[in-house]
T-cell receptor, first 113, second 115 residues
Framework: AQKITQTQPGMFVQEKEAVTLDCTYD???????LFWYKQPSSGEMIFLIY??????QNATEGRYSLNFQKARKSANLVISASQLGDSAMYFC??????????FGTGTSLTVIP | DAGITQSPRYKITETGRQVTLMCHQTWSHSYMFWYRQDLGHGLRLIYY???????DKGEVPDGYVVSRSKTENFPLTLESATRSQTSVYFCASVGLREGGGNEQFFGPGTRLTVL
C-alpha cells in the first residue's frame, strides 16, 4: 500500500481564491510527522508546514494551513488567497518512526490570473 | 555558506563508472537523508543517517552506498552507475523548528545523467 497518496495530479485555482490539496497517509506507527513542500520550476524543495501526530490543533503558517483529520488519515493543505507565485508542485510527506520518510507523487498547482 | 550544499550540481557519467555525490550541512543536524526524484514517483528515500557512523536503508537503496564519518558530511556513492540511476538527487537534514516540531531542509539537488 502507498504510504502517501496524493490523488490530484493537477489543480487550477483563480488568483486570490483558496485551494485545498489532498493528502492521505497510511501508517500504524502512533508517532509520525506530516510535511508539505513546495517545488517551483527552479527545482528547490521549500518547506511549508509541519503537523505532528500528537498535535491537537491544526498547523498554520501564514497563508498555509494543514487540515489534519487523524481518524481519516488525511492531511490536506489549504492555501488561502492564492498568488501567482504559488504555481508549483506540492508534495505531501510523512516521517514514520525516527528516520523513514515517504513522499507522495505530488500535485501540480496552477494559479490563474 | 550556511545550510546544505551539494556537489556537483550536474554530472554526466557512463554506465559502470563509480560516482560520488557530496552533501555538506552546517547546522550539525543529526539526521541526514538522500533522495532521488523521478517523474511519476515523487521523492524516494535511498538512505538515511541518524548520526555519524549510523546509516540505514530507505525505500530504494540498491546500487548505492553511503558513509558518514563526520556529522556534517553524508556522501552518496553509486558503485557502478546504471542508466536507471539517472535522476535528480536531493540531500536533506532534519532539525527542530523554533515553534516546535521538525523541519526537513533540502539541498539544491544534483542532476545526474548516466549514459
Amino acid at each position: 500500500a502507498q504510504k502517501i497518496t496524493q490523488t490530484q495530479p493537477g489543480m487550477f485555482v483563480q488568483e486570490k481564491e483558496a485551494v485545498t490539496l489532498d493528502c492521505t497517509y497510511d501508517t500504524s506507527d502512533p508517532s509520525y510527522g506530516l510535511f508539505w513542500y513546495k517545488q517551483p520550476s527552479s527545482g528547490e524543495m521549500i518547506f511549508l508546514i509541519y503537523q505532528g501526530s500528537y498535535d491537537q490543533q491544526n498547523a498554520t503558517e501564514g497563508r498555509y494551513s494543514l487540515n489534519f483529520q487523524k481518524a481519516r488519515k488525511s492531511a490536506n493543505l489549504v492555501i488561502s488567497a492564492s498568488q501567482l507565485g504559488d504555481s508549483a508542485m506540492y508534495f505531501c510527506a510523512m516521517r514514520e518512526g525516527i528516520g523513514q520518510f515517504y513522499f507522495g507523487t505530488g500535485t501540480s498547482l496552477t494559479v490563474i490570473p | 555558506d550556511a545550510g546544505i550544499t551539494q556537489s556537483p550540481r550536474y554530472k554526466i557519467t557512463e554506465t559502470g563508472r563509480q560516482v560520488t555525490l557530496m552533501c555538506h550541512q552546517t547546522w550539525s543536524h543529526s539526521y541526514m537523508f538522500w533522495y532521488r526524484q523521478d517523474l511519476g514517483h515523487g521523492l524516494r528515500l535511498i538512505y538515511y543517517s541518524a548520526a555519524a557512523d549510523i546509516t540505514d536503508k530507505g525505500e530504494v537503496p540498491d546500487g548505492y552506498v553511503v558513509s558518514r564519518s563526520k556529522t556534517e558530511n553524508f556522501p552518496l556513492t553509486l558503485e557502478s552507475a546504471t542508466r536507471s540511476q539517472t535522476s535528480v538527487y536531493f540531500c536533506a537534514s532534519v532539525g527542530l523548528r523554533e515553534g516546535g516540531g521538525n523541519e526537513q531542509f533540502f539541498g539544491p539537488g544534483t542532476r545526474l545523467t548516466v549514459l
